[in-house]
């Protein structure tokens, strides 16, 4: 007998065959997630298809920042600025529980590039671009009070820092939680299902056809129109329906170094400029860890297997030891790295850093729209676009369907009640007092389950093992191995052990010891044989050496 969370999938495929016309959105990352809940609470019948996972790709491998972007303004980006700290104001506000005010140091030295006063004047006119959305105004600290914001960082030739807030968010959560929130809407979302092509008739595209990834299984659904909004992977999206297409994406690869928050600890987020080039670099707290990057070079490879190199890894950790000698740090305390494309669109003559983060949208008249480029800050605004390119590009508004897009005013329903960093905070307060859970537990349980976190609890809570941690001094119980495949559209252990919880890139082993009891979890709860279990243990495995590939490199 099939239980309820297959079931899921096995409806969602049943709903995929009615006799409807869907809007086909190719892509499972942070830009598809938010055209799909646009769609569907626009009541456009909508299946988003992810060929992996929900936000594998780039989506769960960036710097976890929903900020306007302090570095655009030497490039004189000021359009994009403007935009992205509109939607850091309204991310934060439709999806607070995860969307969060971090605050960042940006120490400044004698000789460095810019003076306090250049930093003062860019984060004053930061400010004024924010149009007093920033959750609160900057301020230039001296030298002595920097030691105390960021007791670790380099005090020699400091002179002092520009202090100011952005925010962040677990961009594969986020994700998730979009994907969530548009089922709720009636999409139809399915990971491990891939888009292999569109089918035209009267120079309308009327089918697209889909492989299973986990039966293999081909079978064609009946479109209205087809997004593409596949990230780094566009250009070969948009072969599979034109063979003669234009490459449009330029794909720059990013790299992230992870360290354990007590080994590199970290009151607030800092920007540093790297020893090596002058490119900004930013070190992130990121729940018990803390995040170092990034890098941005083009890349040629593999996109769906995209790590850190030795040269990325020598790159980072020369500005570490740099500004935090005092931590002396080494290549052994770095506890995992990742890696991830930047989707960026063609711009001749530019270098990966200055081409622009801004997105485009190419329409074709048979109902075909592409959306590539952007940042995951904008991924709203975008949806937003590409949709409203969509509906005009194909004449396919109904009478009585709303037009009007309401994704910036309605918050995730499981963000309701959570639209301002206060009541954040104090429903994480309540947790503790509640339920008797940790400081650390509660940040992790509201960031997952939004206003249903107490649900969750209780949940847990009722069966065995429910609340033991599956790693010592990470957040993370065994409940949320068995909430992530039921309502969390996990379907492996690295979905859950990746990207629903942080476990492969947080824990000392990156979850090693645990991972063939996970997929032993998982396969009962989706009812997979031995030889599964046993393969999607080793995959993960596997993942884990992919991961450690740099420290074989010369
Ligand atoms: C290192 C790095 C750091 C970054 N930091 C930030 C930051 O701090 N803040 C910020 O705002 N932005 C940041 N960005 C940019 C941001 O992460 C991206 O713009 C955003 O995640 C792109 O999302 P996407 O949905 O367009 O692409 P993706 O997340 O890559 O999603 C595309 C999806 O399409 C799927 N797909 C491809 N082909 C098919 C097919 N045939 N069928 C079905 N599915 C398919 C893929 O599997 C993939 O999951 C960063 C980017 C990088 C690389």
Known sequence: MESAHTIGRAEALTKLRDDCEWLLVVGGGITGACIARDAAMRGIPVCLVEKVDFGHATSSRSSKLIHGGIRYLEQAHFGLVMEATRERAVLSKIAGHLVRPLSFVY???????????????GLTLYDVLSLGRSYKFHRMPGKAAVANLSPRLKKQRLVGAGFYYDASADDALLTVAMIKDAVKYGAVCLNQMTYRGGETVDDRVVAARLHDEETGAEFTVRVQGVIHAAGPFTDDVMRADDASSTSRVRPTKGAHLVFARDRFPLEHAVVLN??????V???????PGTL???TDTDFNGDASNVQAS???????????????SE???????ICSTYAGLRPLVHQPGKSAYSTSREHEIFSRSDGVVTICGGKYT???????EALNTFLRVTKTWRKGQPTKCRTSRVPLKEAVGLEKFGKVLSAQQRLVKLYGVDADQAEHFLRTYGNRAGNHLEAFEATADGMKRLVDGLPYVWGDVDAAVREGFARTTSDVLRRRTRVFFLAPDQGKAIAEDVSKRIGELLERDATWVLRDQERYLAE????AQWKKES
């Open 107 to 121: 120490p400044i030295y004698k000789g460095a590039r810019r003076s306090m006063f250049e930093i003062s004047l």
């Open 544 to 547: 884990i050496e992919e991961g």
């Open 281 to 287: 670099n930013f070190a992130i707290p990121w729940g």
């Open 378 to 384: 904008t991924c709203r605004s975008m949806a937003m």
């Open 274 to 279: 790297s020893v090596v080039d002058g490119r």
């Open 292 to 294: 170092f990057g990034t």
């Open 327 to 333: 931590l002396a740090l080494t290549e052994d305390d």
């Open 310 to 324: 030795r040269e990325d890894v020598e790159y980072l950790m020369a500005t570490v030891q740099e500004y935090f």
